[in-house]
Every structure is written in C-alpha cells, then in structure tokens.
C-alpha cells in the first residue's frame, strides 16, 4: 500500500536532514540524543495520521528534540522549531496559499529576530523581559480596542 506523500513529510524530511547535518557538522558530546529524539516526532506523525488532534501530540513529540537542539546551538533550536511549526500547519493546511506561506515567513522572521537577541545577549533573562513586556503592551491595547468597540455598538453614548 503506498501513501501519499503530504507536505508535512517534507518538512520532516527537511528537520531530519538540519538534525543529521548539525550532529555530523558539530559532533556535540551527546551526538547520539539527536537522532533518537528525531524519531519520536517521526513515529507520531506516522501513527497519528488519522486522529483529529494528530498536531498536539506531534507539538509534544518535537519540544525535546527542540529544547536539546537550543541547547547545544541556538540557531539548531531555531531551525527545529521553524520545522515543526511548518509540519504543523502543513498537516492542518494552513500553507495553501501566498498568504499563508507570508504569514509564516514572518513567524520564522520574528523567530529570528528574538534568537539573535538571545545569542547577543548570552542569556534568555533579559530578551524574555522586553518580549514579555511588548506582549503585555500589544494585550492592553487590544484589550482597549475591544472595550471601545463593544461600548460603541452596544448603544451607549460616548
């Protein structure tokens, strides 16, 4: 029986080449971790093809191959994590279109922007703060936004 091919294998395909590339490339002392935590990811996404919330459990397959990757290189991580997400949202169809495919060259684009704040700064302490705090500000704002907006239409005067 052949499967088709989907573009979620592709995206895996392309995390396991980056996985195999780094640990040949960079033979960290635990070289042997990548490649076995490469292959929870695989068996999950191969089992779960027809479960309705396949990309949960595939998300919680690929988060220690992430976290060991950031923590021996944070571009690896980076890498990791850009792949992961595109077989996310390639299972769940989400990379049809220009748009869709935009959307996530802004995702990999803001990713990238953060992990060279956490290399310059040589630690995650203080680009988490600023990122929390510009959170914190894009909240209030849309919370604002909301409230005006429900204010407006709900019949009360300005």
Known sequence: MNLPVRKEDGFFLLLA???????????????YLYPLLLV?????LHVTRTWKDRMFYVICAGQPLVIALSAALVWAGLFAVWML?????????MLGQGDDLRTYA???G?????????????????PL?????L?????????IREYR?????AGAPP
Do not use: E, M, N
């Open 17 to 31: 080449a980056g996985v195999l590339l780094f640990t040949v490339a960079a033979f960290p002392p635990s070289w």
């Open 106 to 108: 802004a995702f990999c």
């Open 135 to 143: 959170i914190a500000l894009c909240a209030a704002v849309q919370t």
């Open 85 to 93: 997400a595109g077989i996310v949202l390639a299972a769940l169809g």
């Open 110 to 126: 803001a990713t990238l922007v953060i992990a060279a704040a956490i290399d310059a700064s040589d630690h995650v302490l203080l």
């Open 149 to 153: 907006f429900r204010k407006q239409y």
């Open 40 to 44: 929870l990811p695989g068996i999950v």
């Open 129 to 133: 703060v600023v990122l929390g705090g």
